[in-house]
Structures are given as C-alpha cells and as structure tokens.
C-alpha cells in the first residue's frame, strides 16, 4: 500500500458490511483512522442482533490499522452529532466522509406504502444529509479559525438513481436526490476546503445479491477476476477520500468491476428557440424533431 490517506480520519457509514467495510478496510490500509459506522440492522432497517460496526473496527486493528466503532442511527440529529464526535474526541479531527448507509424496501409503486417510502428515503437521503451537515459545520469552523481543511465528502448514489429502476420508487428518489445534495454542498462549501462527490457502485451486497442474484453472483471458476466484489470499488473511494484528489469536486462516478465513468449528468441536448411563444401543436413538432436529433436514453433498470 502507498499510505495515500496517511494521517486521515475517515468516517464510514454503513461500515459493517459490503460496500461499506470494503471502504473502512481499504481507508485503513492506506493508512486512515477510520471511524466504523453501522447501526447492525437487517435488510429492511429493523433492529438484528450483534455489532457489524465492532466486528470491521476489531478485523481493522488486527491488521494493524486503528478504528473505532460507532453504532449510532446517523439518520438522527444526535446520531449524526455523535459521529462526527467520535471522530474527532477519538483521533482529534476529522478529513473525509464517506455517506453509505441504506437498505432495500422494494415494490412496485401501486404496492408501495407510505411507510416503505418514509423509511427509504430516510436512511439514504436524510442519513447522507445529517452526517454531511455536521461534519461540514466542524470544517466551516476550522476554516474560519485559519485551519482550512482537505476535507472530503463520498456520497452513494446508484444507477437507480441515475437511471431509475423498476420495483425501486422510494430507492430511486433517494438516489437521484443524493446526487442534487451532492451538487449543492460542493458549490456550497468549496469556499471552506471541503470537495463532494458522489460515487453510482455495483457490486455484490445484501441488496444486490437478493435483487439482482445472477448478475451479482460470484465466479465458478478459481482464480477468475471476480467482477462484482465490493472491494473493486474501494480504490477510487479511497482516492476522492485523499488529499490526492485536489480540485475534483461536484462530479457522479460510477464504478463497477474494473470500470469507472464519469458521468455527465442532465446536460441540455438539442434545442429550438422560436423567440416568441409555441402554440401546443408547434411545441408537440418542435419538441418531437429534438428527440429525434438527440441521443436515446439508457433503459431503465429492470425494464423488459
């Protein structure tokens, strides 16, 4: 390892597991003190048994890494509070966020109740906006007293959210809405040191093993490069986390198997002006000629 986050402190939400203890363990090898976050729930956010956030910050130090475990609910005010505290009357400071936790509650939108939607977006959206509001309170404070940070923010957002997804109204919000949070916090706080962005992941989790089990399947064969492993994700996670990625902020990767993109976003496509106003029949034709000039969309995931 090349000790990229060499004297960091990261804090990692949704740690103990997938994705999340993928970023925890890789952070730590690099070098971070990373504070493990994880609230040990099941699938769909009712309360488990044990303590996953304990079990990643235990694997961490027996690698020879520091860590410490936070099992507070980060969709809370005072959970969310806390974490940024453990990190900083831990290790005494604190340089990159990275925002992962959620889980699945999936149906199709006629079957969707109002509580499956609360909840979704609940732990991704609000658990993404909580965390980043306090830690970007500390690094506001830190820059108005002459310290200004490197500071860090990796975000969650997912095809889902990019593209939408059949069976995943709730999730799809909560990913699309990430990514408008992630735009608005790096304009809002660049002046303070701090860079946002957000990562769309692949790879194989409790969610995606159950939603998407054949494609999330790991090889038969020895030896064979496993495409869907969380770890695959972790070194660019790693990197936008580090100091090294100075000067890259507002921007949505995705990143699967070997495979990083960065994506473009809504950019405007082909346009009509006829500087005056459209009766509807005029609009209807000129707004059918740009969608014949411009690119196809991507299909939405799950579609037939």
Same mark, same amino acid.
């Given at each position: 390892m090349t000790g990229l986050c060499g %004297? $960091? &402190?990261a804090v990692v939400t949704g740690a103990g597991r997938g994705l999340g203890r993928a970023y925890a363990l890789a952070l730590a090898a690099e070098g971070a003190k990373v504070v493990v976050n994880d609230l040990g729930v099941a699938l769909d956010g009712a309360a488990g048994p044990g303590s996953p956030a304990q079990d990643v910050a235990a694997e961490i130090w027996a690698l020879g890494g520091e860590?410490?475990?936070? %099992?507070?609910?980060? !969709? +809370?005010t005072d959970g969310a509070a806390s974490l940024v505290? +453990?990190?900083?009357? +831990?290790?005494g400071r604190l340089d990159a966020l990275v925002n992962n936790a959620g889980f699945l509650r999936d149906r199709m939108l006629i079957n969707l109740d109002e509580d499956d939607w609360d909840a979704v977006l609940r732990v991704h959206l609000k658990g993404h906006f909580l965390p980043l509001r306090q830690a970007a309170a500390h690094w506001r404070a830190e820059a108005k007293a002459g310290r200004a940070p490197a500071a860090r923010v990796v975000n969650t957002s997912s095809g889902a959210g990019l593209l939408g997804s059949v069976g995943q109204g709730n999730y799809s919000a909560a990913k699309a809405g990430i990514v408008g949070l992630t735009l608005v916090a790096a304009a809002e706080l660049g002046r303070y040191g &701090?860079? &946002?962005? #957000?990562? !769309? =992941? #692949?790879a194989r989790t409790r969610m995606t093993e159950r939603t998407f089990?054949?494609?999330m399947a790991a090889p038969d064969q020895a030896g064979a490069f496993d495409a869907m492993a969380p770890e695959n994700v972790s070194p660019l996670v790693v990197w936008l986390a580090s100091a090294d990625s100075a %000067? &890259? +902020?507002g921007r949505v990767f995705e990143a699967e198997a070997g495979r990083i993109t960065v994506m473009e976003g809504w950019r405007p496509g082909p346009t009509a002006d006829k500087g005056a106003r459209w009766t509807p029949a005029e609009a209807g034709?000129?707004? $059918?000629?740009l969608l014949a000039a #411009?690119? =196809?969309p991507r299909p939405v995931y799950g579609a037939s």
């Open positions: %004297g $960091r &402190v860590a410490v475990a936070h %099992g507070g609910d980060i !969709a +809370t505290a +453990t990190a900083l009357d +831990t290790y &701090v860079q &946002v962005n #957000a990562i !769309a =992941p #692949a089990a054949d494609s %000067g &890259v +902020t034709e000129a707004a $059918r000629k #411009a690119e =196809p």
